[in-house]
Structure formats: C-alpha cells, structure tokens
C-alpha cells in the first residue's frame, strides 16, 4: 500500500514554455501533498506543501507565479512550471502524506531538462 | 529556522566494512526519521524514531536517538553493494519534514 505515482518521469522541453507534473496518491486520499526540488548531489528542498481543495503553501525563495501548484482531488496534486528556464532544470519529487501520521510516501520523481 | 545537520556528506568504505551518519539538531526533535534514496531514484521511508534513548535494527541497520533527542545515527554493518546511496536524516514537524544534506555512501568493492 501507500503508493504514489508521477507522470511524467522525464520530459525535455524548450525554455519558455510549461511544464505540468502530476502527483496521484494510487492507494489512499492524502489530504496533503509536498513538491520537492533536488538539484544533482543536493539534498531535498521544500517548495510548497499543497492542501486538498485549499491554496498552496510556499516556501521562503519559491515563486508562486512560477510554480502553480494545484492540489484538485484527495489523490491528484500538479506542480506546473510556467515559462520554463534552463536553470530549472531538475529532479522533482512529490510526495504524500498519509491522514493522522508523520510518514511520507515519495513518488518516482521528475527529471525536468529544459533546453 | 528549523534543520538538521548531518555528518559526513560523503563516505567511501570497503565492502563489508561498517559506516555510520550522524545527525544533530538544534532543537529537540518530536521525532526523526530516516530516508534511503538509491542512485537515481526517490527517497524511501527507512524509519521513524520517537523516544529519547530509542534503539532500532532492521537486520544489518541500526538506529538510535540521542537521550536529548537532539542527534540521531544510522549504523550499517558489514556494508554490501546494495547499501549504495544516500542517507538522509528528517524532522517531521506537523506540517512538513525538513531534510538534512544527506550522506553519500560509496562501497568500493
């Protein structure tokens, strides 16, 4: 149990256009999903903590306009990143938390490259 | 702000040696949890520790939370090929986790 999936797992675009990732919980309803940004040998950077139904809450140095996050279902959760640049290029991750727990399941993660 | 340091950032060893990462915090820590990401991939849940003085082992692992719950180690015995990754320490607030940088473990064969 407590899978979650990502799609797609890489995608190569041109800078200036957008990007969508999908985040779904497959085997449960997760109130709460978190996007991470991990750039190569880095560790695991916070973007914004999404709520079902509810605005995302952003770190400190994330630009909300950049990095729409919509948090629509209790199981789908999407990061799109609009007007894409070459240095956002890199791994993004999603994952989500289990009701009334501390624990979080990752998904596969992203290779985002944009040229 | 919250983190949680972690020591080394890289670690080579010999197959079949022994390694350890350590994490300190700060502050006291609620819980800590500990994370195993394999080269190329996502972070896996290894543990989650939440008493002072705690002691774990899943088979060749070995965790432990400090007294102060304030530092936390991670303790592979007999290291294999398979240990390969990174290992990262976490504080699960109520609202997010914060990860530390993790330590990078390379077995030489």
């Known amino acids: 149990g407590a899978v979650v999936s990502q799609h797609p797992s890489r995608v190569i675009c041109k800078s200036g256009t957008s990007v969508k990732i999908e985040c779904r919980s497959l085997d449960f309803q997760a109130t709460t999903m978190f996007w991470y940004r991990q750039f190569p040998k880095q560790s695991l950077m916070l973007m914004a903590t999404s709520n079902e139904g509810s605005k995302a809450t952003y770190e400190q140095g994330v630009e909300k306009d950049k990095f729409l996050i919509n948090h629509a279902s209790l199981t789908l959760s999407t990061l799109t990143v609009t007007s894409a640049h070459p240095e956002d290029s890199s791994f993004y991750i999603c994952s989500a938390r289990v009701g009334g727990t501390d624990t979080q399941y990752f998904g596969p993660g992203t290779r985002l490259t944009v040229l | 702000g919250q983190q949680v340091m972690q020591i080394p950032q890289y670690q080579h060893v010999q197959e079949g040696e022994d390694f350890t990462t350590y994490c300190n915090s700060s502050?006291?820590?609620?819980?800590i949890q500990w994370y195993k990401q394999r080269p190329g991939g996502h972070p896996v849940f290894l543990i989650q520790?939440?008493?002072?003085?705690e002691v774990k082992k899943q088979k060749r692992l070995t965790f432990q939370f400090g007294e102060a719950k304030k530092n936390s180690s991670l303790h592979i015995t007999a290291t294999q090929t398979t240990d390969v990754g990174t290992y990262f320490c976490?504080?699960?607030?109520?609202?997010?986790?914060?990860f530390g940088k993790g330590t990078r473990l390379h077995i030489l064969p």
């Open positions: 976490a504080d699960p607030t109520d609202d997010k986790i914060i």
């Open positions: 520790l939440v008493k002072s003085g």
């Open positions: 502050t006291t820590l609620s819980n």
